[in-house]
């Protein structure tokens, strides 16, 4: 960190409100890049290497940007951005509106208006409107609605009438009309955006609806000709089967973003998770992974009604199209509502002359359609038509919008990771299938992308790693932990097969741990534990608890850590450990620690140490004196929130704080808590933050023996991925007012969702994964006009394309420059218990995160509610009822783990 109060640095105002100006000992000051004036930067140009600051007129959502860091050594990397001019033109906007209808998809919105541009109302959409499937419509000229602005269509999409499934209605309805009525909002001037990005204009609503409209007339032409997700759409110009009906398609991700003196699109590639195209029977063969059985799909045959129901939920929203006789011509694709619990041989209905016939007897008597596979199942799509598998196909290009097995995982991220250099000329390469030269949209809105002279170029620096502090006599490649802790007493409790597992491996287990604890200064006062075999079947908490009773039979005392050595695939039992209360537990794969190396128990050690209450190392004072400044104490809090697998609507999301409570930022304590489904605005954060803070002062006083007030005077609050309004007023005026404390608050999101990449030019620039290096910042050119915000890739790379951490200062009240900032959170990316290295966000977040995943262990494991990745359907009407069960079952933390890193 630079030194405080360094010649030339202008103080900024911020948005400390009246707190005033930061306290003695406090972070620099708050720098200013280099003077403004000059020569408006041009859009599109080169910006300086200072860039422009924001005006003073203008309004940030969040913290105005107070100047650009300068530490670190500079290089020079390639992004994956590209420079888009603005429209020449004014853009007008229309609000679409269906009235007659039900909230409709995005796809078949998008026909619909293809439909009514290029063939009902051609002369009056000439040029083609730009539509985003939703509610917003953009044309490069105004349409000729008349003076009112409005005007209403008819849009018919298909003339076939024709009928043929069972409990359909057969009465000869009329095609489906849609009724669209289309009204100017507004005119849009694109100088707002030019003004914006030259730090001149503030982020108003006039400049979130430009942005919107530059951002659909990009995706236009790919949408139209591709299956797309939100920002992305995919081609099967690269594709992978990786079973159980799934297949992977290479996609592309493109955002118009507002930059520093100009405006950029973002390309990336990304992957979607597409349903196996062709006959609906296979493909639910190969999701049961029986392909090529095809009468096994019938409850006649013994198919478990377990397994219906599997397949059911993989099934559920697949549109198909039907292959049997009375189609004339192409229809409408279907879509999937729920699978039958009867065969169609078994499945009867009634005609409209009284007369019941089977559901295979109707296909093959009136349809002449003989049934191949009679017995087997049908589905039930929206109408309530009944349709038997083997005449049902899946068109291609289906995205699978439902969480993608577990088992599947590894599959996905091969497919996805790509090293640095493949995947820009990847993105490179996916610049012909975006063809913004050849888009009609692109060219009508006088747009043009500078996709000729390749990636942009920016200029980063590396910042200097921060110092840390092991215990005495520590050398490389042996640390010794800063504080480390005592081992007990201790029992084994093995879960792996003891033919597999046997008493001689468990010896050697138990004896490479011993040595690896004793090598970083672990006390293990109990050298022969007793070790025990158990049946993974049985009730977990109970073994665990009879394996600590035999402790107590031998040493007169309970054990502080249980090992627990499971079986591979042992996910059920990890969970049962991991909801056994009052205790450490570590869990150890038996496969990894069979024979392990001394590097395997080292990394054990890491969690072990935490777990039982000591500190593996702290950030050398020296190289952070903004975390570790004895004047100003400062508390460093984590925060996150993680909602269930989308289709799971009856599941809650899950909170976490996390804080540290010593004056090294490197021990911490979590809380957590259940709320309503997918609700970003942490509801309980003032009893959470009161809590830590709580812990903080506490432990101040009574372990490390403060004296004087133990308060902190800083408060850094880190929220994973989401702004939002509340934090401010939540921790100030709620909880530190409650307290009576009033420490300086600075507020800072961290985002890890989002597709901005940096590669190194130059080789030598490059770690051993080809990825740019550890603390790589960049907070020039393709960072926010006028926000405080910067890049920062803080670990090394392992595999793929390493993604840098994005910045956002909501509020700070402690006034911190670039500098002071970009060095303290990469200070806090070193101090992760787990890692001797730095990782990629700052560790109490990381810790938050974990917190919130591992939050469904506190529930009783034979209670009644569900955690399985299954979707449970709730309506409205229930699912406040069933949140209140889950909060009610949700158990606090135990006692004797409430100050312990037991998240480690």
């Known amino acids: 960190m630079p030194p405080r109060g360094a010649p030339g640095q202008a103080g900024g105002g911020g948005r400390g409100g009246g707190r005033g100006a930061p306290r003695g000992g406090g972070p620099p000051g708050r720098g200013g890049g280099p003077p403004r004036g000059g020569a408006p930067v041009a859009i599109g140009g080169p910006v300086t290497p200072g860039g422009a600051l924001p005006g003073n007129h203008v309004q940030a959502v969040g913290v105005k940007r107070p100047g650009f860091g300068t530490a670190g050594k500079p290089i020079v990397v390639a992004s994956n951005f590209f420079n888009i001019s603005l429209p020449d033109s004014i853009i007008y906007h229309y609000d679409v509106i269906s009235p007659a209808d039900k909230t409709l998809p995005a796809r078949l919105n998008m026909e619909i208006i293809q439909h009514l541009q290029t063939i009902d109302a051609v002369n009056v959409f000439t040029p083609r409107a730009v539509y985003d499937g939703r509610k917003n419509m953009f044309a490069a000229r105004e349409l000729p609605f008349g003076p009112t602005g409005t005007q209403e269509f008819d849009v018919c999409l298909s003339d076939d009438v024709n009928r043929g499934s ?121 999701f049961l992974e029986k392909p090529g059985q095809y009468n096994i799909i019938s409850p006649r045959r013994n198919m478990p009604d377990r397994e219906r129901l599997r397949l059911q939920r993989f099934v559920t929203g697949i549109r198909i199209q039907t292959t049997h006789a009375g189609n004339n011509g192409r229809r409408p694709p279907r879509v999937i509502k729920k699978l039958s619990a009867a065969g169609a041989a078994d499945l009867t209905f009634s005609l409209r002359d009284g007369t019941s016939l089977t559901v295979a007897q109707y296909f093959n008597q009136l349809l002449n359609r003989p049934l191949q596979y009679p017995d087997n199942i049908c589905a039930e799509v929206g109408t309530g038509a009944l349709i038997p598998l083997e005449l049902c196909t899946v068109p291609p290009g289906q995205i699978m919008r439902k969480q993608v097995p577990p088992e599947k995982t590894k599959d996905v991220l091969d497919f996805a990771t790509k090293k640095p250099h493949d995947r820009l000329a990847s993105i490179t390469a996916g610049l012909s299938v975006l063809a913004y030269g050849q888009s009609e949209y692109v060219r009508q809105f006088g747009m043009t992308v500078e996709d000729t002279s390749g990636p942009l170029k920016i200029g980063a620096r590396v910042l200097k790693p921060i110092n840390l502090k092991y215990g005495a006599n520590s050398r490389q490649p042996t640390i010794r932990f800063w504080r480390p802790a005592t081992v007990e007493r201790w029992v084994v409790v093995v879960y792996e097969r003891q033919q597999r597992f046997s008493q001689q491996a468990a010896q050697e287990m138990v004896q490479g741990l011993i040595a690896s604890c004793q090598a970083v200064g672990m006390k293990v006062n109990d050298t022969n534990p007793i070790v025990s075999w158990q049946n993974g079947q049985g009730r977990i908490a109970d073994q665990l608890r009879a394996a600590g009773n035999d402790c107590f039979a031998k040493t007169k005392q309970r054990p502080n850590l249980i090992v627990v050595v499971l079986p591979d695939g042992g996910n059920d039992i990890y969970t049962a450990v991991k909801q056994f ?43 952070v004196s903004a975390l570790t400044d004895p004047r100003n104490p400062t508390i460093v809090m984590g925060a996150d929130v ?106 800072v999101v961290v985002a890890k969702r989002h597709h901005v990449r940096f590669f190194p030019t130059n080789p030598s620039d490059a770690d051993r994964s080809d990825n740019c290096p550890a603390g790589t910042v960049v907070d020039q050119v393709v960072a926010h006009p006028t926000e405080f915000d910067f890049y920062l890739q803080s670990h090394g790379g392992l595999l793929g394309t390493s993604r840098p951490a994005h910045y956002n200062v909501l509020y700070d009240e402690n006034k911190f420059n670039a500098d002071g900032l970009q060095s303290l959170s990469f200070a806090l990316c070193h101090v992760y218990a787990r890692s001797t290295r730095s990782v990629s966000i700052p560790a109490p977040v990381y810790y938050a995160d974990i917190v919130c995943s591992r939050a469904k262990n506190h529930y009783d494991p034979q209670g009644a509610l569900d955690f399985s990745d299954s979707a449970t359907q709730v309506d409205s009407a229930t699912a406040e009822g069933v949140l209140e069960a889950y909060k009610r079952g949700f158990k606090p933390l135990h006692a004797n783990m409430s100050t312990l890193m037991y998240f480690s």
């Open 166 to 286: 069972p409990t359909e209605n057969t009465a000869g309805r009329g095609p489906k009309v849609y009724k669209i009525k289309l009204t100017k909002v507004a005119s849009i001037n694109p100088e707002v955006l030019q003004r914006f990005v030259l730090g001149q204009q503030s982020h108003d609503n006039a400049v979130l609806t430009a942005l919107t409209a530059l951002n659909v007339v990009i995706r236009m032409e790919p949408t139209m000709k591709y299956p797309f997700n939100v920002r992305s759409f995919f081609t099967d110009r690269e594709t992978k089967d990786i079973g159980g009906g799934l297949v992977l398609w290479r996609g592309y991700f493109q955002s118009v973003r507002p930059a520093i003196g100009r405006m950029l699109v973002n390309v990336d590639i990304s992957t979607g998770t597409m349903y196996k195209p062709g006959r609906l029977l296979d493909l639910c063969l190969d």
């Open 581 to 623: 209360v009052g205790v450490a537990t570590q869990c150890l794969k038996s496969s990894k620690c069979f024979r392990a190396k001394p590097q395997y128990y080292a990394n054990v050690c890491l969690k072990l140490n935490v777990k039982l209450g000591g500190i593996n190392t702290i950030p050398d004072p020296s190289s």
């Open 642 to 747: 993680i909602h269930p697998a989308p289709g799971s609507d009856g599941r809650p999301s899950f909170t976490a704080l996390v804080g540290n409570v010593d004056s090294d930022t490197a021990k911490y304590v979590a809380t957590s808590r259940v709320q309503a489904s997918r609700v970003e605005i942490i509801e309980d954060l003032k009893e959470m933050a009161k809590h830590i803070l709580t812990l903080y002062m506490r432990f101040r006083q009574n372990v490390e023996k403060k004296a004087g007030n133990v308060a902190p005077t800083r408060l850094l609050f880190f929220r994973d991925g989401v702004s939002e309004g509340q934090f401010r007023q939540v921790l100030d005026q709620d909880a530190c007012k409650e307290l009576k404390i009033n420490p300086s608050i600075t507020i």
